[in-house]
């Protein structure tokens, strides 16, 4: 039975990722692994910066946003010579698989490692939920959470000044959280990447409720979009109802992570390891039919995640 994993975090940090930290450290050393955390995603890796996970190490960290083990985006693991380096290492130091918590990005990495003999297995970590083998990616709930907290606040401010808010969420490839945290907090109307949409059509529809007594208005966009600022000031000038956008950004990917983010944090890095254990690499942990289940990594990057577009059609029909 392999002797000594590793585990990482990579990409943009998402809240859980800790909780997967102390789930593959704490199952691994109760089948009688070593565990070594690597820092700063493949960047450790490549520069040695590793140090050794113990039991007591991961405690204290499970209600804790961020990552304790730092987290980066590593150019020269992009390179052959960077995946030749990250090899020579582990073998210097005997590791022979590696628990990688992040997105596709990480995931194409954890790919060419396995292919060189270093057993990896991917966990989702991103608060965009847009990693398509999966139902769900680490983080994703206390982010639309937090972005929820954040408009309900706006909500306050937009009805005492009859205003317009137009709030931009994350999600630079996906409109998961705007839809999500759009129809959860009552949006007006959400703007994502996935749909087509129409300034005019809005203004027009936010003048006919403005009769019927609707005095303020939410217009969630998707980072994807873009030009939150852009749209505030369009609708404002085709509408004459103040307008103010807020970009929501970092404060989303911060935060104390909620159940469901620990809960399936816990189950994913319980699972990585059972996977290492028995000498399978080159898989993703995968939640499907609210099962936890893993893919080839290959197989995992190739798939087709289908856009939510029911509830976005919900979200809008409801929300006049
Ligand atoms: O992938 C997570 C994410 O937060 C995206 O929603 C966002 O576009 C991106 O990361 C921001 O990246 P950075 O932290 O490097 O600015």
Do not use: W
Request: aromatic share 4%; glycine share 12%; charged share 25%.
């Amino acid at each position: 039975m392999i002797k000594t994993i590793g585990v990482l975090t990579s990409g943009g940090d998402a809240p859980g990722m800790n909780a997967a930290v102390r789930a593959v450290t704490r199952t691994a050393i109760s089948k009688g692994m070593k565990v070594l955390g690597i820092r700063r995603g493949y960047n450790g890796l490549i520069n040695g910066d590793i140090i050794e996970l113990t039991e007591r190490s991961v405690s204290d960290i499970i209600q804790k946003g961020g990552t304790c083990l730092y987290t980066a985006r590593c150019h020269e693991f992009r390179t052959s010579e960077g995946v030749d380096l990250a090899v020579e290492k582990c073998k210097e130091i005997g590791l022979e698989g590696i628990v990688v918590i992040g997105g596709d990005g990480s995931f194409r990495g954890a790919a060419d490692l396995s292919a060189k003999g270093i057993l990896c297995v991917g966990i989702p970590g991103t608060i965009d939920n847009d990693i398509s083998c999966t139902e769900y990616t680490i983080g994703y709930d206390t982010a639309m959470n937090t972005a929820l907290e954040m408009v309900d606040k706006l909500r306050d401010t937009a009805q005492s000044h009859d205003r317009c808010s137009v709030v931009e969420v994350m999600g630079r490839n996906a409109g998961y959280i705007a839809v999500n945290a759009g129809i959860a907090c009552g949006a007006t109307e959400i703007i994502t990447q996935e749909m087509p949409y129409d300034l005019d059509n809005i203004a027009k529809k936010m003048l006919e409720t403005r009769k019927s007594g609707k005095q303020h208005f939410i217009i969630m966009v998707s980072e994807g979009i873009g030009n939150s600022s852009e749209i505030a000031h369009i609708l404002q000038e085709k509408t004459g109802i103040e307008a103010r956008a807020t970009i929501l950004g970092h404060v989303q990917r911060g935060g104390s992570p909620t159940v469901r983010d620990r809960v399936i944090a816990s189950q994913m890095g319980h699972y990585a390891v059972e996977l290492l254990a028995q000498g399978i690499g080159n898989r993703v942990v995968a939640m499907q039919n609210n099962s936890i289940t893993d893919f080839d990594i290959q197989e995992a990057l190739s798939m087709k995640k289908p856009f939510e577009e029911d509830l976005y059609n919900i979200a809008r029909e409801i929300a006049f």
